[in-house]
């Protein structure tokens, strides 16, 4: 029951992020306030007017629209979506890949926030900030034992570039408050989460969302990965909920062959725009295998469909999230935004992803994850049926499906090992990371020294990390279960393992130590290591029907 409510707290976020994001196709930031006449206006025109000249309290009609609005668009389908101003600025920042700010990672630890790390070269580092700081005053305010959140803290630190900050900070080595000012400044914020070696040659790629910078970022790790051997990468989409066509183009046309089709757009009144391969890819002999899951949206989509559909690698995970509707984005000029549905995207197949959805039921819609997850389709083979979805056929011949998102090559349930109630009540309270942010403020000293995360992670494996943490719950009120305690072991320590070494290490290095128990990436490099990813394989050795 508790890992049910863990879900249903944090699925609906993610699910809430795949819908704000959507596929950034169409962008022609227009100018939209010009007289249009269109049938019906007149009526809505003349209600707004009555309300402003006859309503018997006053009323701000600015405000009145403003609220409006996004019922008008919601009702058109799941993914229109009017975007006030203050929140465009956030949804441009994530597909630009930066925001303005100070530069820093930090952790809220007992009230007091705690830098992590510092961004090189960014607006902290030449200020004098260091890892470990605590920051306890902004703007001569003070933050610290005032149960303040992360998301008050970004509140705080943000702002726009160029304008000054004032911290004030306590160092550990020192017992004085130091006051230090830091110019606000763009901050780049990465998108391929991380890239490391799984084996000798096989190379792993964490995309974590298709923003403009996630081309570069990726041709940058594939070039990395094969300079230290590989020949055949993981592609790990889960939890992707999507972001620009042109940047998961440019992906796809790595691995396929010229004049190949990546993804084609229709609608009503939106002429159909094919989008092919040219190949200069880099890839177009390598292995790949491709990780989805219920939270891999859109662009992560069209990318695992152009592979699928051109048997060029494997499909390996859960069945996507469904994301198939084309938005076409216009802008207002007080800085707000209409993002209204245009067209569809189709697969090389000629396959809609889009799944089904009815007209004012999209609180359904949007809970179809968790409703899966309640039906055991995650632990179990999916349990959809595919009889009212129209097949098609892949380059190979292989029988696919459209009308329900991305159905993978080869099903892996979620892994439940190690999940029971005492671990549902670690997460829950977030115990788990905290003791790693106790333990590596406590050790930094020693911790820091290690020459590479690989050495740090050999140190930790020794260390009485599990006992300590329980130890550290039971004094936040988490008693002690043995039974359950040795069941969550392995799981457990490995998350305080990685966790750690982030404190210190970063990305690559968290990713690296977390999947080395992933059973969704062991049976990609099982596929890899024998030959089964390869597009002759694929059609010939798996799906012989």
Not at 92 to 113: A, K, M, P, Q, R
Not at 179 to 186: E, F, K, L, P, Q
Not at 432 to 450: T, W
Not at 480 to 487: G, N, V
Request: aromatic letters at 10%.
């Amino acid at each position: 029951m508790n890992a049910e409510k863990s879900v249903r707290t944090w699925l609906p976020l993610w699910i809430a992020l795949a819908i704000v994001l959507g596929i950034f196709i169409g962008n022609k930031f227009l100018v939209f306030e010009r007289g249009i006449k269109v049938a019906g206006t007149e009526k809505l025109n003349a209600v707004l007017n009555y309300i402003g000249e006859s309503y018997v309290d006053p009323i701000d009609m600015r405000e009145l629209v403003e609220d409006a609005l996004p019922h008008i668009v919601r009702e058109l389908d799941p993914h229109s979506a009017y975007i006030p101003a203050e929140e465009m600025k956030r949804v441009n920042e994530e597909l630009e890949s930066h925001f303005s700010g100070i530069g820093v990672s930090f952790y809220v630890l007992n009230d007091t926030i705690v830098v992590t790390s510092i961004i090189p070269g960014g607006p902290s580092e030449a200020a004098g900030i260091q890892p470990w700081d605590r920051i306890v005053e902004v703007n001569d305010t003070v933050l610290a034992g005032i149960n303040i959140t992360n998301e008050q803290v970004v509140k705080k630190l943000r702002g726009e570039k160029g304008t000054q900050v004032k911290l004030g900070i306590i160092r550990p080595s020192e017992n004085k408050m130091i006051y230090i000012t830091v110019t606000r400044g763009d901050i780049p914020v990465s998108s391929v989460q991380a890239s490391y070696m799984l084996t000798d040659d096989i190379g792993y790629i964490k995309v974590g969302t298709f923003a403009f910078t996630t081309f570069s970022e990726f041709i940058s790790a594939i070039s990395k990965l094969k300079n230290q051997g590989s020949n055949s990468f993981v592609i790990d989409l889960r939890g992707n909920s999507g972001g620009s066509l042109e940047t998961v183009v440019f992906m796809a046309n790595e691995f396929l062959d010229k004049g190949e089709l990546i993804v084609y757009a229709e609608g009503r009144r939106f002429p159909r725009i094919d989008h092919y391969a040219d190949g200069s890819g880099t890839c177009k002999n390598d292995q790949i295998v491709v990780l989805i899951d219920e939270l891999s949206a859109s662009a992560s989509e069209i990318f695992s469909g152009a592979m699928q559909d051109h048997d060029r690698g494997l499909i390996i995970g859960r069945k996507s999230f469904g994301k198939g509707l084309v938005q076409s984005q216009r802008q207002f000029r007080d800085g707000s935004a209409i993002r209204l549905t245009v067209a569809r995207y189709y697969t090389p197949s000629g396959r809609s992803i889009q799944r089904k959805y009815e007209k004012g039921r999209y609180y359904e819609y949007e809970m179809e994850a968790i409703n899966r997850y309640i039906q055991g389709n995650y632990v179990n083979v999916d349990t959809a049926s595919n009889v009212d979805l129209k097949p098609y056929k892949t380059d190979g011949g292989r029988t696919v499906y459209g009308g329900d998102g991305i159905m993978p090559d080869i099903f892996i349930s979620r892994d439940t090992t190690g999940i029971n109630p005492y671990y549902n009540a670690l997460i829950s309270r977030d115990l788990v990371q905290e003791y790693a942010m106790v333990y590596s403020d406590k050790n930094r000293e020693k911790l820091q020294k290690f020459s590479s995360w690989e050495d740090l992670h050999r140190y930790l494996r020794m260390q009485p990390l599990l006992m300590n943490l329980v130890s550290y719950a039971d004094s936040k009120g988490v008693r002690q279960r043995p039974y359950y305690i040795e069941e969550s072991r392995k799981l457990l320590e490995t998350q305080l393992e990685a966790y750690i070494i982030r404190n210190f290490w970063g990305e690559e290095g968290f990713y690296a130590v977390l999947m080395e128990n992933d059973n969704v990436v062991d049976k990609a490099i099982e596929m890899i290591v024998t030959g089964k990813a390869v597009p002759e394989a694929i059609v010939r050795e798996l799906y012989k029907e």
